[in-house]
C-alpha cells in the first residue's frame, strides 16, 4: 500500500523581483510503500533537499501534488501544518538539530511535549526506545557533552517516538565518521524490519545500500531506480555504484 | 602594513556597524554630557551668578561619579562587543595572522573607535555648551556671548578618560588573545549551558543574600530617632553591599537555579510553553546575567535617589534648613562689658531695624507680619517630689537634684503665635517643652505637677502642647517655657524680681556693677521681634540690604561666602540650600541620562546576540513540529521576562530600601516622612514607564531578527 505518492511534483525558485527562474524539481513521480526504506541519490543540486523540504511540508511545490497516508498536503491548513508535520513525520538531519538548552531526553520528548502528551505517556514511550537505540545512558547528558554519532542516534530517537508514518532523513552520516555512519545505518535498518517507513537522502553510496530502494534524481526528475530485492549489502553496493556510474556517463 | 590594518580595521567595524554605531553614539553621548558639566562647572557666567559658585562646586564633584560610572561602563560594553567578535578573530588566526598581526589589529580597530569618540565627544560637546550657555544668558537678561570657545580644562578631561579607558580596553583585548589557543578562538561560546555546582551554590547564596537583605531593611527599627546615627548608616552601608553582590549573584545564577528547580517539575515542565520557556530562560539569564544585573541596580540607585531627592525637597521646609522658625528675628543688639567697666551699651535697637524693613517692604509692596513677644527672664529652679521651685539658681551644686532653666512669658504674648485662646485660671501656669528639645532628647526633665514661686505659693502646672513657633527658636538655653496669665509687671511681683536684683546690686564686690547691668543680664522684659515677609528669599535679602542687615563676605582662601549679620534670618541658608539642590539636581539629571543611555545599551546588545542565538533554535523547533504561534508566544514571554526582571527586582529593591531612607531622611529630623513613600510610588512608577519604553523599542531589533527580516 502506497503511504506516500508524489505526483508531477514541479519546484521553480524565482527571484525577488521574477528575473531569474531556477527549476529544481522538474517533473517527479514516485511512490513509497509502508515498510519501505527508501534512498535518494543525486547530485549536489539535483534537488533532493528540495525535495525533502517539499516531503516535509516546509516548503509549497510550484504545481503537482504530495500525499501522504490519503492526505494531500495541499490541503492542509496553514495553521494545522505544524501538526501534521509532529504527527506524521519524524525528521533526522545532517547537523542534527538537537537544542543545546536541553538535556537529550528533553531534546528527544519535545515533539511528544508540543503535542501534549502525558508525562508518564512520554516516559513510556521514551524507555524502551532509547533502550532500543542504546541511549539511555546519555539522556540526562547534554547535545555538547557527547560525540555526533551519538547525537544523531537521539535525533533519530526523537524523530520516531512520535511513531510517524514515515522518517525523514536528510543525509543523516554526512556529518559522521565512518564508524559511526555504520551504526547510524544499522539502526535504520532496525527500525525498518520494525515497520518503520524510511525515506533517505544521501550521496554516499554506502548509505545507500542499507536501503531497500534507491532512487537516483537527476535535472529535477527521477531518473532510474534500482531494487535490492535479496541481495546483500555488498552486491547492492556494487549495482548502486553501477548505476551511478551510467548516470555520471549519461551526462557526458 | 599599516594601511592594511587600517583597512581591516574600518572594514570590521562597517561590517559589525549594528554593533559599533549605538557604541559610538553612546561613549560620545557620556564624553558630550562630561564635557558639558566640566565646562559649565568653570564658566564664567555661572560663576558670576548668585549662588553660581555654588553650583558649579556641587557639579565639580558630581563630575567625579560621572567619570566612574561612564568609564566602567564603556569598559564593559567594549569587552562585551570584542568577545562576541571573538570568532571573527578566530578566522583570521586560522587564514594565517599571527597573535601579534591580531593585537595589531586590536590596537588600530580601539584607535579608530577613541578618536571618533573623541572627535564627536568635543564637537558636541562645545555644541551643547554653546546652547546651554545662550540658554543661561537669556534667562538672566545677559547679551549673547559670539565667540565659540573650547574650555581647555573640559577638553583635556574628556581626553584623558577616553585615552585611559582604551588602553585598558587594548590591553585587556590583548592579554585575552595572547592567553588563548587558535581553536578556542573559534569555538566561541556553546559551551556552558549547563549549571555547575558552583552555580547551584552561588545561586543558593545570591538568593538568600536578597532575602537576608530584604530581611534587614525590613526589620529597621520604625523608631528612629532611637537609633543611633552611625549604626545607621554603618547596617545601611553594609545592606547596600549585599545587595548589590547578591543581585548580581541572583541575575547571574540564581534565577537560572530558579528556573532549574521548575524544571525537576514534571507536570509544569512538559507543557509546551513552560518546556520551551524554561529551557531558554535559564540560558538566556545565565548569559545576560551581568548586564542585568547592573541594570538592575542602575536603576534601584536611580529611582531611590530620586525619590530620596524628590522628598527631602518636598518636606524640607526652611526651619528645618535654618534652624528657625520665621523668615527673621530681631531684638535688641546689647553689649554687656564684663570687663573693668560692666557698662551695657545697646548696639542696635531693634525698633530702627524695624522702621527700616517697613520702609524697604512699603516701596516693595511686600506685606510683612511682626509678632512682638518680651521673653520676661531666665529663670531657674530644682524639681524634687514632683514641684519645679523657682530658686535663682541658689542652689547646693554638691548634691545631685534635678534642675531645668525656665523662661516666663505671658498668656498674651503666647497667644499671638496660635488661633486658640490660651485659658489660664490666676493659680494656674501653663508650661511648654518645645518639640525641638524633645525631640533631640536634649532636654530631661523630671514630672513635675506644682510650681513654686519665690513669692510662696504654688500653682498647678497646666502642660500645653507646643504649637508656637517662637518655641522652635534654636538658639535658645535648653529651657522650658512658663506662661502667666497676666501683666508682665505682675509676673515680675510674683518672681521677686526687684528682690532678686537688690540682692545681686548689694552682693556685689565691685561698685561699678549696676542694677542696669544686673538687669540686661538677666534679660527682663527684652522684647524679640519674629517677623515673616509675603516674598521670596531673595527678595528677602534685597529688603535685609535695605535695611542694613545683610552682609556677605567672601574668603579668597577657603573660597566659601559667609553671611555677616546680628540678627538670625533664614534666606542666607535658604538661598545656599537652594543653590546647593540646584547643583546636585543637575548632577541628578546628567547622571540619569547616562544610566538610561547605559540601560539601553545593554538591553540593546542583549536583545541583538540573544536573537542571532535564539533563531537558531527556533528554527530548530520549527523542523520538529513547532507551530509559529507558539514561537511567536515563546519569543514574547521569554523577552519579556528577561527585559522586565531588572526592573521588577529594582522595584522590590526600592520597595524595601524604604526603611532605611526613611531613617536616613529622619537624621534632618524630619518628622513627617509619608511623603517619600509616595514620591517613591510616583517615581518607581515614571520609571518603570521609561524602562517599558526602553525595553519595547529594544526589543524591535530582537522581534525584526527572530521574524527573519533583520539586517
Known sequence: MAILEVKNLKKVYTTRFGGNKVTALSNVNFEVNEGEFIAIMGESGSGKTTLLNILAALDGATCGEVVLNGKTLKSIKDKDLAKFRREELGFVFQDFNLLDTFSIKDNILLPLVLAGSKTSAMEEALAPLAKKLGITELLNKHPYEISGGQKQRAACCRAVITNPKILLADEPTGALDSKSSDELLSMFEKLNKDGQTILMVTHSVKAAAYASRVLFIKDGEVYHQIYKGDSTNQEFYNKITDSLQVMMGARV | ?711
Open chain 2, 1 to 711: 602594513m599599516i594601511s592594511i590594518y587600517f583597512r581591516l580595521a574600518s572594514n570590521a567595524i562597517k561590517k559589525n556597524k549594528a554593533l559599533y554605531l549605538p557604541y559610538i553614539f553612546a561613549t560620545s553621548l557620556l564624553g558630550i554630557i562630561y564635557f558639558l558639566l566640566s565646562s559649565l562647572s568653570t564658566d564664567t557666567y555661572v560663576l558670576s551668578l548668585d549662588g553660581g559658585r555654588t553650583v558649579a562646586e556641587v557639579l565639580s564633584m558630581g563630575l567625579y561619579v560621572i567619570k566612574i560610572f561612564a568609564s566602567i561602563f564603556i569598559l564593559y560594553i567594549s569587552l562585551f562587543i570584542s568577545r562576541k567578535r571573538t570568532p571573527e578573530y578566530g578566522v583570521l588566526s586560522v587564514l594565517g595572522m599571527e597573535k601579534k598581526h591580531l593585537i595589531g589589529l586590536i590596537f588600530v580597530e580601539n584607535l579608530i573607535l577613541c578618536i571618533a569618540g573623541i572627535v564627536i565627544s568635543l564637537f558636541g560637546g562645545v555644541a551643547f555648551y554653546k546652547i546651554v550657555q545662550s540658554l543661561l544668558l537669556k534667562t538672566i537678561g545677559e547679551p549673547l556671548d559670539h565667540t565659540w570657545r573650547v574650555n581647555i580644562k573640559a577638553f583635556m578631561d574628556v581626553l584623558l578618560i577616553y585615552l585611559a579607558v582604551y588602553v585598558l580596553i587594548f590591553l585587556i583585548q590583548s592579554i585575552s588573545i595572547l592567553r588563548r589557543k587558535t581553536i578556542d578562538v573559534i569555538k566561541s561560546s556553546s559551551k556552558g549551558e549547563k549549571m555547575s555546582k558552583l552555580d547551584y551554590v552561588l545561586g543558593a547564596l545570591g538568593i538568600i543574600g536578597l532575602t537576608v537583605a530584604y530581611f534587614i531593611a525590613s526589620s529597621m527599627p520604625d523608631d528612629f530617632k532611637a537609633t543611633k546615627i552611625d549604626r545607621l548608616i554603618a547596617s545601611f552601608a553594609g545592606d547596600v553591599v549585599l545587595v548589590i553582590l547578591a543581585t548580581f549573584l541572583f541575575f547571574a545564577s540564581g534565577s537560572a537555579l530558579i528556573f532549574t528547580l521548575l524544571r525537576g517539575i514534571k507536570h509544569f515542565y512538559y507543557k509546551k510553553t513552560n518546556f520551551i520557556l524554561l529551557s531558554g530562560l535559564s540560558f538566556r539569564m545565565r548569559k545576560n546575567g551581568v548586564g542585568l544585573a547592573s541594570i538592575c541596580i542602575l536603576f534601584t540607585m536611580v529611582i531611590v535617589s530620586v525619590a530620596g531627592l524628590a522628598s527631602f525637597y518636598s518636606i524640607v521646609d526652611s526651619e528645618l534648613i535654618t534652624g528657625i522658625s520665621h523668615n527673621l528675628i530681631i531684638q535688641n543688639v546689647v553689649h554687656i562689658n564684663t570687663d573693668d567697666s560692666y557698662k551695657v551699651e545697646v548696639e542696635i535697637y531693634a525698633s530702627d531695624v524695624l522702621q527700616k524693613l517697613e520702609e524697604s517692604t512699603d516701596k516693595r509692596n511686600v506685606a510683612m507680619d511682626v509678632k512682638e513677644i518680651d521673653f520676661l527672664l531666665y529663670n531657674s529652679g530644682t524639681i524634687k517630689d514632683g514641684k519645679f521651685v523657682i530658686d535663682y539658681g541658689q542652689r547646693d551644686f554638691d548634691k545631685e537634684v534635678d534642675y531645668s532653666e525656665a523662661l516666663m512669658l505671658v498668656a498674651d504674648d503666647v497667644s499671638k503665635f496660635s488661633t486658640k485662646p490660651i485659658e489660664l485660671k490666676d493659680n494656674q501656669i501653663g508650661v511648654i517643652i518645645p518639640n525641638i528639645l524633645v525631640f533631640e532628647e536634649s532636654l530631661i526633665v523630671s514630672e513635675f505637677d506644682t510650681i513654686v514661686l519665690p513669692d510662696g505659693k504654688e500653682y498647678e502646672a497646666v502642660y500645653l502642647v507646643d504649637e508656637y513657633s517662637f518655641a522652635q527658636r534654636r538658639d535658645v538655653l535648653d529651657a522650658v517655657y512658663f506662661v502667666f496669665p497676666c501683666s508682665e509687671e505682675e509676673v515680675l511681683e510674683r518672681v521677686r524680681f526687684d528682690e532678686f536684683i537688690d540682692s545681686k546690686v548689694n552682693n556685689a564686690t565691685n561698685e561699678k556693677v549696676s542694677r542696669e547691668f544686673f538687669e540686661a543680664l538677666f534679660s527682663p522684659a527684652v522684647p524679640v521681634y519674629f517677623i515673616d515677609f509675603d516674598a521670596g528669599y531673595y527678595e528677602q535679602k534685597e529688603i535685609m540690604k535695605d535695611a542694613g542687615i545683610w552682609a556677605t563676605e567672601y574668603n579668597d582662601d577657603t573660597g566659601e561666602t559667609y553671611y555677616v549679620f546680628p540678627f538670625e534670618q533664614q534666606a542666607g541658608d535658604m538661598i545656599d540650600f537652594y543653590d546647593i539642590y540646584k547643583g546636585i539636581l543637575f548632577v541628578a539629571v546628567a547622571l540619569v541620562v547616562v544610566f538610561l543611555t547605559m540601560s539601553i545599551l545593554v538591553l540593546y546588545y542583549k536583545n541583538v546576540f540573544d536573537a542571532y542565538e535564539d533563531l537558531k533554535n527556533f528554527q530548530i523547533m520549527r523542523k520538529v513540529g513547532l507551530d509559529e504561534r507558539l514561537i511567536r508566544k515563546c519569543v514574547y514571554a521569554q523577552m519579556l521576562i528577561t527585559t522586565l526582571l531588572p526592573i521588577v527586582i529594582a522595584s522590590l529593591h526600592t520597595l524595601f530600601a524604604e526603611n532605611f531612607i526613611k531613617a536616613l531622611i529622619s537624621m534632618f529630623e524630619l518628622r513627617e516622612l509619608n511623603q517619600y513613600t509616595n514620591l517613591t510610588l510616583v517615581t518607581t512608577l515614571v520609571f518603570i514607564a521609561v524602562y517599558v519604553v526602553i525595553g519595547i523599542i529594544t526589543s524591535q531589533v530582537y522581534i525584526k531578527i527572530i521574524k527573519g527580516k533583520a539586517y
